[in-house]
């Protein structure tokens, strides 16, 4: 499956260049053929003007660190998007990554999902967490169409089935290549970089995606890279992410990756759809 990283509701626009991940909407990226994101849950920050309402700083919004680098709105709106998606397209599978980065309860994040009506296609697993943290026995493509159960949605911190079944703590079930890559990357890897006790997962997430980094004030920052510099290094073409899934597949005894994450999906003339549909036998 092709994954959009940072994923946005709508096109951002040139002054939030340091922060973008893509461009285009994800009605584009769902009519493209993406079917899993990451989704950024940020508190906004709070506003000196009287007028903005109490609740509004309160929302979960989606945003990449700060709300004011980038405010997509909240998470509601947004998953009215893929609900209306789902509903027209009866025989599609979604999944959610979500990055709880302003360490919502789940309990706020819940409400998202009721009002928007998406929770009624989400999956809950028949199964219980066990120490080994694998051998559990998922749910095939066609099941998950035949019940209706189309929406996977795991979440790195604070989840809590007892209180929500339907989202699941991510780094029960899915380990992470490292994600801080920094551009030039000769060879993207595959170790386990999350979570960092060394037992595996059900579910591989590679990370195929690099940072520009630069020193301000003692400091490293990193700063996605643009387009251009994806283009420019081949990072999405096909030698490129076919490199990393044969790492995968030494590191891991023949595993495929689960999930592929990129930055500027539309960026590589269609490799990155070609790599997943050879990986998936189609």
Known sequence: MQWARQSMQQALQPATIGVLNQEKSIQQQLSDGVRAFMLDLVRPELSS????????????????????????????????????????????????????????????????????????????????????????????????????????????????????????????????????????????????????DGKPRDLLVMNHFAYNRAEIMGKDIDTPLTANQIKQHGYNAAKSLQQQVDTCKTVWGSRVPNFITVDYYDVGDGDIFDIVNKINGV
């Open 49 to 196: 003007d009287p007028k903005t309402p109490k609740e509004d700083n309160d929302a979960v919004h989606l945003c990449h660190a700060s709300c004011l680098l980038i405010n997509k709105g909240t998470l509601e709106n947004t998953l009215k998007v893929f609900k209306a998606f789902l509903d027209k397209n009866r025989r599609e599978v979604i999944t959610f990554i979500i990055e709880n980065y302003s360490e919502f309860s789940v309990e706020q994040v819940e409400p998202s999902f009721k009002s928007s009506g998406i929770d009624k296609y989400a999956y809950v697993p028949d199964f219980k967490p066990n120490s080994q943290k694998h051998g559990y026995k998922w749910p095939t493509l066609k099941r998950m169409v035949d019940t209706n159960k189309r929406l996977m949605v795991f979440m790195d911190d604070k989840a809590d089935v007892s209180k929500v079944p339907y989202i699941l703590p991510e780094w029960e079930y899915v380990i992470e290549t490292p994600f801080e890559n920094i551009s030039p990357v000769e060879k993207f890897p595959c170790t386990q970089d999350r979570p960092r």
